[in-house]
C-alpha cells in the first residue's frame, strides 16, 4: 500500500506539472499581445458612438439589403445585427434604366447594418479577434473585414477575417494586381467540413494575426490561410503598400448580392450575433 501511495502521489505530481507546461503552451502566444481596443457590447442600446460610424443605403456587391444604423443594436452583452424584411421607397431611385445599379432599384425590399471604424479608429498590425454567432440562412452573408485607409479599392488592400456565403466560410485577401484583375489570395471551407451539425448553432472564435511578413486567419485556432505579405508588394507600380499601412475594421451583415444566394420564406429575420471584438499589438 505504501508503494501504490508513493505511486498516486508521484502521478499527482507529474500531471500537475504537465498542465503547468500545458497552460504555459496556451498562453505563451497571447503574452506577447498587449489589449489596445476592445468593444464588449455591454450596454444595452445603440453601439458605442466612439467606436463606430455606418454606411448607409445600397453599397456594393449589388445586395438586396439597405444598409442603415436601425439594425444594430446592443442587448444582453451582445452586438447584434439583424436582416429585416422591409417595403419603402428608395429615395436615391432615378430610373430602372439608369446605370448605376442603386438607383435602378424603385423600393427598399431587405435592411441590414454595416458598422465601421473608419475614421475613428485604425490599426497596424496585430491580433484582431471576433467571437460571433453568424447567420447561415438562405442569402446571407455576414462579414468581418478590414481595408486600408489610404487608397481606393482594391489598392488600398481588403482582409476577409470571416466571410459567409453558401454554406462555406471564407478567408481572403484582395489587392491590386500588375494584371487587369484584382489579385485574390482566397481559402474556403464548407460547413460540412466541420463534421458538426450544430456548428452554425454556435459561437466561434475568428482571429487574425497580422504583421510585416504575413497574414494568418484562423477559426477556433485552426489555421484557415496564410497570405504572405511580400507578395502583396509586387506590383511596381503600386504606391500604396495594402498591408503595411493601418486598416479600419468592418462588420456587417450582407444579403443576397453577387455571392449571397437566393432568399427564401425562412431567411427573415436573421441576427448575427456577435459577443466582442478586441485588437491586440506585440509588446515593445
Excluded at 482571429?207 to 507578395?231: H, P, T
Amino acid at each position: 500500500m505504501r508503494f501504490i501511495g508513493k505511486f498516486l502521489a508521484l502521478g499527482i505530481v507529474l500531471m500537475l506539472l504537465f498542465s503547468f507546461v500545458n497552460y504555459k503552451q496556451r498562453t505563451s502566444s497571447s503574452e506577447d499581445y498587449k489589449l489596445v481596443w476592445a468593444d464588449e457590447f455591454n450596454k444595452n442600446g445603440p453601439p458605442n458612438e466612439k467606436n463606430w460610424n455606418y454606411e448607409t443605403g445600397f453599397v456594393r456587391n449589388q445586395e438586396d439589403q439597405w444598409y442603415q444604423k436601425e439594425n444594430a443594436y446592443c442587448k444582453d452583452g451582445f452586438l447584434i445585427i439583424e436582416a429585416r424584411k422591409e417595403n419603402r421607397v428608395n429615395p436615391n431611385f432615378i430610373s430602372k434604366n439608369h446605370r448605376d445599379w442603386k438607383k435602378q432599384r424603385d423600393s427598399i425590399k431587405v435592411t441590414s447594418s454595416c458598422l465601421i471604424t473608419q475614421g475613428k479608429h485604425s490599426w497596424q498590425y496585430g491580433r484582431f479577434e471576433m467571437r460571433a454567432k453568424i447567420p447561415v440562412k438562405n442569402g446571407m452573408w455576414p462579414a468581418f473585414w478590414t481595408l486600408g485607409i489610404e487608397g481606393n479599392w482594391p489598392a488600398n488592400g481588403e482582409i476577409d477575417i470571416m466571410e459567409y456565403y453558401t454554406g462555406k466560410i471564407l478567408a481572403n485577401a484582395a489587392w491590386k494586381s500588375d494584371k487587369q484583375n484584382v489579385a485574390w489570395d482566397s481559402e474556403i471551407k464548407k460547413l460540412t467540413d466541420f463534421k458538426d451539425n450544430s456548428w452554425a448553432d454556435k459561437f466561434h472564435i475568428w482571429r487574425m494575426d497580422w504583421d510585416a511578413d504575413a497574414i494568418k486567419l484562423y477559426v477556433d485556432n485552426q489555421l484557415l490561410n496564410e497570405i504572405s505579405v511580400k507578395d502583396a508588394n509586387q506590383n511596381a507600380d503600386q504606391k500604396i503598400l495594402p498591408f503595411q499601412q493601418p486598416h479600419y475594421l468592418l462588420v456587417n451583415l450582407a444579403v443576397g448580392g453577387i455571392n449571397g444566394g437566393k432568399l427564401t420564406p425562412d431567411s427573415f429575420p436573421s441576427k448575427y450575433i456577435i459577443d466582442y471584438i478586441r485588437i491586440y499589438q506585440k509588446k515593445n
